[in-house]
């Protein structure tokens, strides 16, 4: 079967680092994305990844190891505002995209 | 401009009535989909549609219909409700290309009881 795995929570403290983890088992890979999704709205795009390495767009990265079947979304600086759910997402071989359950961030100050 | 919008936001519905549920895009989109969004779970695909005049099952069709008559527009309806499709609907556009970026509406919470 398909299954993404992220952590349910996860806590960090306002102005530092977290990173947030995707593993993913599928049907064939065709790039893989990260969405932001505040309490009560929809998720917005953050970034996409299909090639191995590191893609940097401001504050937010996102890692692929396509031969580990992993990523990682790392956000710097972090501010009250990131307090959401992150949602990793993979494209499989019929071009379907399979979510994973999402990881609550909590941002403390 | 509006991108996705979803309309109703909230309804409350009895078991066994019907109701639709409509997404219309203003992107010139190809591509538009159903969502539902429950707690502890990933987003699951309901029905798809590629263009105008197409639809497709997603991986959770049972119990809902679809119609994309016009490009702008994909309904999504509920012929019969049961409890077990209380949750939160999400739609989304996107263009064909390769990155694909998904555009979602804001949802729309529908409980049967």
């Known amino acids: 079967g398909q299954n993404i795995d992220q952590p349910t929570e996860m806590t960090a403290t306002e102005g530092a680092i977290v990173q947030i983890n995707c593993t993913y088992q599928t049907s064939g890979f065709n790039g893989l994305f990260w969405y932001q999704q505040h309490a009560g709205e929809a998720p917005t795009f953050l970034s996409y990844?299909?090639l191995d390495g590191l893609e940097e767009k401001g504050r937010f990265s996102s890692f692929l190891s396509r031969s580990k079947g992993y990523s990682y979304l790392l956000l710097k600086e972090l501010q009250m505002k990131d307090s959401a759910s992150y949602l990793c997402a993979v494209r499989d071989s019929n071009y379907q995209l399979i979510w994973g359950a999402g990881t609550k961030l909590i941002i403390k100050p | 401009n509006a991108g996705v919008t979803q309309t109703p936001k909230f309804r409350v519905l009895k078991t066994g009535q019907s109701m639709t549920l409509l997404c219309a895009q203003d992107m010139n989109h190809e591509y538009m989909y159903w969502y539902r969004q429950d707690p502890g779970m990933g987003l699951r695909l309901i029905h798809y549609s590629v263009g105008e005049g197409t639809t497709a099952k997603g991986e959770v069709p049972d119990g809902y219909n679809v119609s994309r008559l016009k490009k702008q527009n994909f309904l999504l309806g509920l012929e019969s409700a049961a409890p077990s499709q209380t949750s939160v609907y999400f739609c989304a556009s996107r263009r064909p290309q390769e990155t694909g970026e998904l555009f979602f509406g804001e949802g729309s919470r529908l409980t049967v009881l």
């Open positions: 990844n299909v």
